[in-house]
């Protein structure tokens, strides 16, 4: 099965292949838990890599066009610039020496198995919100004002995460979450959400009024619009948003070309 596209998201693939000099491959993927990821292609490759479900609704307009915006920044900087987050094992050990009290409670109500793949997949999604919301932001307010066609993709697409996000508010979660992730996950989905809804006038805000972690949200948002909007002003964004959030030892940047091209991030 064909992946048809709207031309929209064909002019923005078009945009890369010419700004970067290499043609997207795409190949079904039905075991990805999204309707698409991209791999961005390194110097020895000769594709970017659209991995899709067979069969995805049409919002995998969005998610190509948006995922295209991270290899537009990446590319307009220098390659000695093209920094990428990595999770070290010295990051790793850093990230569970902070939160161990935590981790040792919820080990009295879970089995030590699970506690460990718990924690390492909230360790891992924390890293990855930190290190792409910043940046996400920019490239949804692109999409917004240079692709009005995909704007019902994004409203439907923006609903969607509003309700995740919303959805790990209750006290279930909190009892088996590190406070220090819990806290930080919400308050970036509180300055995130808050931004979008000032960019694209959508009514995603409201859900966030009097909100527990609203002062420290808040000075996420006064950060978004303090650097240039381009890749460099990407990584202080993200640095500035983890000094906020002390996650400043959680996640170490290396070059593009140096992280082994089998490591898990993709974008």
Known sequence: MSLELIPETKEILEKIESLTEK?????PNNEITSHAK?????????NHIVYYKEGASQSINHIIAHECGHIIRIFKSNPSERLIPFISSKSSEAAITEIANDIDSISKVMPKSKVEKLIEMLFKGLVMQLTNQPVDLKIEEWIYNEYPGLRGYQESSF????????GGLNEDVRKITPSKIYEASHSMNYAYFNALAKKTKFDLDSAYDDFEFENKGGLLLEVLDKYENNFDGDLKRINDWANILNLSSWYEWKNFEDVPSNYEYMI
């Not at 043609?23 to 190949?27: C, M, Q, T, W």
């Open 23 to 27: 043609r997207f491959k795409f190949i």
């Open 38 to 46: 991209l791999k961005i292609a390194r110097n020895e490759m000769e």
């Open 159 to 166: 609903q969607s995460q509003l309700q995740e996000a919303l």
